[in-house]
T-cell receptor, first 113, second 110 residues
Framework: DTGVSQDPRHKITKRGQNVTFRCDPI?????LYWYRQTLGQGPEFLTYFQNEAQLEKSRLLSDRFSAERPKGSFSTLEIQRTEQGDSAMYLC???????????FGPGTRLTVL | LAKTTQPISMDSYEGQEVNITCSHN???????ITWYQQFPSQGPRFIIQ???TKVTNEVASLFIPADRKSSTLSLPRVSLSDTAVYYC???????????FGSGTRLLVRP
């Protein structure tokens, strides 16, 4: 257990539905990251927060994706109108300071039917 | 855009030293190069991080040449439990985007 938690661990949804995932980082960590990982591939960067500010978004984060980190604590990732191509593991990580020693959560596995 | 390249897979035997190299271009000039280990159904786990030259910790060494266009993770005396996928992670120049390598699947045989 790294101290980063994600909820839910698994989500099965039908195409077209909206889903929301939550990440609770290590409490003193000011940086929070979201990644998407498909089978056999490395994690793909989605977005990055420093405290409550969203500083970077990947082009992978289409208009259907939105992430928030109110008050610089937990974060949510919402996917609207899910598509089968959204099926993946969604990973959250947090870090403190300027290094890239990120602590990853266990991930949320999304299956879109 | 930053791009990373790693060997897809490597085989080794228990007790051997394993070196995995990641090639990366267009990375941020003042950011760390980091390596992670990932087991199935788990998030990546930090192994080691460096900026340049050589860094060593209790589990690995990291060699980074002066031009920082590559880095080599060295695992001394691997064991069966080191069977995993290993990723390099770099930051793209002029952005906050973090780029994971494609991963190297290491299989350690008895």
């Amino acid at each position: 257990d790294t101290g980063v938690s994600q909820d839910p661990r698994h989500k099965i949804t039908k195409r077209g539905q909206n889903v929301t995932f939550r990440c609770d980082p290590i409490s003193e960590h000011n940086r929070l990251y979201w990644y998407r990982q498909t089978l056999g591939q490395g994690p793909e960067f989605l977005t990055y927060f420093q405290n409550e500010a969203q500083l970077e978004k990947s082009r992978l984060l289409s208009d259907r994706f939105s992430a928030e980190r109110p008050k610089g604590s937990f974060s949510t990732l919402e996917i609207q109108r899910t598509e089968q191509g959204d099926s993946a593991m969604y990973l959250c990580a947090s870090s403190l300071g300027v290094t890239n020693e990120q602590f990853f959560g266990p991930g949320t596995r999304l299956t879109v039917l | 855009l930053a791009k990373t390249t790693q060997p897809i897979s490597m085989d080794s035997y228990e007790g051997q030293e394993v070196n995995i190299t990641c090639s990366h271009n267009n990375i941020a000039t003042n950011d760390y190069i980091t390596w992670y280990q990932q087991f199935p159904s788990q998030g990546p786990r930090f192994i080691i991080q460096g900026y340049k030259t050589k860094v060593t910790n209790e589990v690995a060494s990291l060699f980074i040449p002066a031009d920082r266009k590559s880095s080599t993770l060295s695992l001394p005396r691997v064991s069966l439990s080191d069977t995993a996928v290993y990723y390099c992670l770099v930051e793209e120049d002029s952005s906050y985007k973090l780029i994971f390598g494609s991963g190297t699947r290491l299989l350690v045989r008895p």
